[in-house]
T-cell receptor, first 116, second 114 residues
Framework: AQTVTQSQPEMSVQEAETVTLSCTYD???????LFWYKQPPSRQMILVIRQEAYKQQNATENRFSVNFQKAAKSFSLKISDSQLGDTAMYFCAFRGLTGGGNKLTFGTGTQLKVEL | DSGVTQTPKHLITATGQRVTLRCSPR?????VYWYQQSLDQGLQFLIQ???????AKGNILERFSAQQFPDLHSELNLSSLELGDSALYFC?????????????FGEGSRLTVL
């Protein structure tokens, strides 16, 4: 079974600074997807960024980028120019492509607080 | 707006009661997933349906059941409710075989058991 580990329960960053959230995962699959979802106080689950395992290039979405290290099974999220609206719980998630119904497996989350 | 609709948004009930949560997936999505998020916890996978058939089962209690109907909407039935069942229940949908791989989440149904 796949597992996703987020070792930072809480983090804080000053507005306009850069912060990196860590995520590691364990799988025997070769092809899969990785995601970062954001959950603000509204509790809505919002997709931040996705990475296909077969792509070597790291995904980027505006101020959000990832560092995907397939061999190390590491998938960190970098938020540049942090904004107050980035304050949220961030979940790393894994989705395999074989068996198991292709569900998303989530980590326990990192609560990020952006401060003035 | 993800296109996934969940009702009700909030529900308060008593221990021992039974409730039904409803989910309408995005148009064209064949897979529906149910997740439970207890207070300050991550999302726990409960069950997945694909085109009316159960595809995968996670940590779903025997008191809970689900189904997906021919029109692809899904219902999660929670019975003999306990205080510990209080949680946010998410429904998500996806298109099988889609190359984006992501799940689209509804806004959740917040269940409070008193």
């Amino acid at each position: 079974a796949q597992t996703v580990t987020q070792s930072q329960p809480e983090m804080s960053v000053q507005e306009a600074e850069t912060v990196t959230l860590s995520c590691t995962y364990d799988t025997s699959e070769n092809n899969y997807y990785l995601f970062w979802y954001k959950q603000p106080p509204s509790r809505q689950m919002i997709l931040v960024i996705r990475q296909e395992a077969y792509k070597q290039q790291n995904a980027t979405e505006n101020r959000f980028s990832v560092n995907f290290q397939k061999a190390a099974k590491s998938f960190s999220l970098k938020i540049s120019d942090s904004q107050l609206g980035d304050t949220a719980m961030y979940f790393c998630a894994f989705r395999g492509l074989t068996g198991g119904g292709n569900k998303l497996t989530f980590g326990t989350g990192t609560q990020l607080k952006v401060e003035l | 707006d993800s296109g996934v609709t969940q009702t009700p948004k909030h529900l308060i009930t008593a221990t021992g009661q039974r409730v039904t949560l409803r989910c309408s997936p995005r148009s064209g999505d064949l897979s529906v997933y149910w997740y439970q998020q207890s207070l300050d916890q991550g999302l726990q996978f409960l069950i997945q349906y694909y085109n009316g058939e159960e595809r995968a089962k996670g940590n779903i209690l025997e008191r809970f059941s689900a189904q997906q109907f021919p029109d692809l909407h899904s219902e999660l039935n929670l019975s003999s409710l306990e205080l510990g069942d209080s949680a946010l229940y998410f429904c998500a949908s996806s298109v099988s075989g889609a190359n984006t791989g992501e799940l689209f989440f509804g806004e959740g149904s917040r269940l409070t058991v008193l």
